[in-house]
């Protein structure tokens, strides 16, 4: 049977028409209106409900083992898959982090539970992902920095200090990033689709939000692989790079194409 749920969150979560797009401030405004009816939504739903106290529990039980020195094999693999001692590192701007970390984190587990197929996407994402890989000049590249550096800053962010106990996140972010990548509709998408109209040139390629998410899908799970190193701001590190590297590739793209106008 249908879940009467479930029925109205695909109502709520309707992408605005494709004849009437949004700019990118309507277009958060809008999706900040759908987060908020589909959180109330979810609190009428006795599973998210139970899936939501279970998550909060294990997040509140596992980090007070590792302080009573209660720290063995199974406690920290599951500190590890349950993304339990994020936001307990890096003071208030780690805590912030790791909220919205455990947001991100909860928000795929609480679908699975609530049975939504959170992972819906993936593989048609996985499909499109090569081709928003192959670089074919400078034009291709810049995008691919700039997701990968802002997934770079991301994880930084939702991990505190860049550790492996906490690199999960980075594994959950990458899989909601391909998925979108996979869907016709969803905020990513949305999102970039509306950057691009807003700021791109009308000749700019149509790819452009698939090369964006698929810099993210890359940075994540090169974040994941990243985090067994010592330094602790490597994320903020990369990310940084990125960006300039984006800029000055923006900077030889555009001196380039203004060559031949002389």
């Not at 908020?36 to 529990?57: C, P, S, W």
């Not at 997040?59 to 406690?75: E, N, Y």
């Not at 949305?190 to 109209?197: D, M, N, T, Y």
Request: glycine share 12%.
């Amino acid at each position: 049977m249908t879940n009467p749920l479930q029925t109205r969150f695909a109502a709520y979560n309707a992408a605005p028409s494709g004849e009437n797009p949004l700019l990118p401030v309507p277009y958060l405004l809008h999706s900040g209106r759908l987060l908020m009816r589909n959180g109330r939504l979810a609190f009428q739903d006795k599973r998210f409900l139970l899936g939501a106290a279970a998550l909060t529990v294990t997040w509140t039980i596992l980090p007070a083992l590792h302080i009573l020195g209660m720290d063995s094999s199974p406690i920290r693999l599951l500190t590890f898959l349950t993304f339990a001692h994020g936001g307990l590192s890096a003071g208030l701007l780690g805590a912030v982090g790791g909220v919205v970390g455990k947001a991100v984190y909860g928000s795929l587990i609480l679908s699975l539970m609530v049975g939504k197929r959170p992972l819906t996407g993936v593989g048609a994402g996985l499909q499109r992902l090569p081709a928003a890989l192959r670089v074919r000049g400078i034009g291709d590249t810049i995008p691919l920095l700039i997701g990968s550096g802002i997934a770079f800053l991301s994880f930084n962010f939702l991990v505190g200090r860049v550790s492996a106990q906490d690199s999960v996140i980075g594994i959950v972010a990458s899989l909601l990033v391909v998925q979108s990548m996979g869907r016709p509709t969803g905020f990513w998408r949305g999102f970039l689709q509306s950057v691009q109209r807003a700021y791109l040139p009308a000749e700019a390629e149509e790819r452009y939000p698939d090369r964006i998410l698929a810099g993210l899908a890359t940075g994540f799970a090169l974040s994941v692989l990243l985090a067994g190193t010592a330094i602790n701001v490597l994320g903020y590190l990369l990310g940084i790079g990125c960006a300039a590297a984006a800029i000055l590739l923006g900077i030889l793209l555009r001196r380039a194409k203004e060559v031949p106008a002389r």
